[in-house]
């Protein structure tokens, strides 16, 4: 038997003065400044933007944003659960009272998948807390952090509205983690003091194991059974990931047909398929997972009998 023992990375990277300032005269909005800088951290985390900055943008107004990318990676030599979270949070209100950090949208994407960027987190600076999913050895992930001022509309006085914010500032660190399984040694049980011998025991027959079925992977992958007929030229199914994981993308051909292409949150709705004619339908899916992995099965039903 093994044992497992967990130990806990974490890399802070540093987003540096999100300063508000005021803009031109002539009672319009104030303008806003952010910086997000970078530092380095613990070997088992890669950061391509050690020491760097990740953003840096100047005169932004309210409901202008400024974005950055950063490289976060697996340097270890284990399967790695990584996250980020948002620590360290500081501010100075503005001239007239505005808090930024009630203010300031930060937004974290998975921007690894050119055609599928992954919302990792959004809403205030202080709420950041994310999982970033399972990462393999020397696998690397691209995210883009935004930020983002919201534009409140035309303030109704020099002191109401957005121009609460003027001369306000906030920074906030970002603070990576990875918790990496490793296996521990496996002790020597210490030698048994010997026994007197005993009488000889009729040994009771070991039951034979009940063999378990393995789920087929159009199961895993949420199609219908197969005893499942058409009926009315209607099909309903909902995806799902193998092992727990989710789905982020799919394409639901019939006979041949792209009938349905889903990602996010749609994906994992039920899907009601209508307009089947035929005696036989294929119904194939493609599906790509939360671990970044892809799937491809199909199933093929008859057309319900009438009765």
């Not at 303030?155 to 121009?163: F, K, M």
């Not at 040994?203 to 058409?230: H, Q, R």
Request: proline share 8%; glycine share 12%; charged share 20%.
């Amino acid at each position: 038997m093994r044992a497992t023992a967990t130990l806990l990375v974490t890399l802070a990277t540093a987003i540096a003065a999100i300063g508000l300032a005021v803009a031109a005269p002539g009672g319009g909005h104030d303008q806003a400044q952010a910086r997000v800088a970078a530092a380095s951290g613990a070997a088992q985390i890669a950061n391509s933007r050690a020491g760097q900055a990740v953003l840096s943008a100047g005169g932004m107004r309210p409901g202008g944003s400024a974005t950055g990318t950063v490289k976060i990676g697996n340097a270890g030599s284990a399967r790695g659960r990584f996250s980020v979270a948002g620590i360290g949070l500081q501010e100075t209100p503005g001239a007239h009272g505005g808090l930024p950090s009630g203010r300031v949208l930060l937004v974290v994407l998975d921007v690894t998948d050119p055609d599928d960027h992954a919302e990792v987190y959004s809403g205030t600076p202080q709420g950041l807390a994310a999982d970033l999913g399972t990462f393999a050895p020397g696998e690397e992930r691209d995210y883009e952090v935004r930020i983002t001022l919201p534009d409140g509309g035309t303030p109704g006085s020099g002191t109401t509205g957005d121009n609460r914010y003027q001369g306000a500032a906030l920074s906030l660190g970002l603070e990576w983690r990875a918790v990496v399984a490793a296996e521990a040694s496996t002790p020597t049980p210490a030698p048994k003091a010997p026994t007197a011998p005993r009488a000889p025991v009729t040994p009771t027959p070991t039951p034979t194991p009940t063999p378990t079925t393995p789920v087929s992977l159009p199961d895993a992958l949420g199609l219908p059974a197969a005893k499942t007929c058409v009926k009315r030229g209607r099909l309903k199914l909902r995806l799902k990931g193998p092992d727990g994981t989710r789905v982020v993308r799919a394409t639901v051909k019939v006979n041949g047909r792209v009938k349905a292409r889903v990602k996010g949150a749609r994906a994992r709705k039920a899907l009601k398929l209508r307009g089947l004619a035929g005696k036989r339908t294929r119904l194939k899916v493609k599906v790509k997972t939360s671990d970044r992995k892809k799937y491809s099965a199909s199933r093929t039903y008859r057309r319900c009998r009438k009765h």
